[in-house]
């Protein structure tokens, strides 16, 4: 991948910090292998890094470490 789907951009390999759901639950993944973009932003995974990914979660392997986040709800904020 050499130009950004977005944007038109460069991409180039950076690690970067990956959220995932997953039935009801969120997982964080850090230090992943992705394709980012230098003028946009926007980053895109190999099939191979998802693979790893979903393999992670479905194997229920223990985390390297655990986080406590908050989380808002933002249902009072009126459409502009």
């Known amino acids: ?3 950004c789907p977005e944007c038109g951009g460069r991409m180039e390999i950076r690690r970067i910090t ?3 759901r997953h039935g009801g ?7 992943v292998p992705a394709w980012v973009c230098v ?3 926007a ?3 190999d099939a191979l ?3 790893a990914i ?3 979660i479905a194997a229920d392997v223990e985390p390297t470490t655990f986080e406590r986040i908050p989380v808002y709800d933002l ?3 009126a459409h502009g």
């Not at 639950?25 to 230090?31: G, N």
């Open 39 to 41: 003028q946009c932003h």
């Open 18 to 20: 990956h959220d995932e």
């Open 25 to 31: 639950r969120l997982f964080s993944f850090t230090r």
């Open 1 to 3: 991948m050499h130009s």
């Open 54 to 56: 979903e393999n992670r």
């Open 75 to 77: 249902q009072e904020v």
């Open 49 to 51: 890094v998802l693979e």
């Open 43 to 45: 980053a895109y995974l």
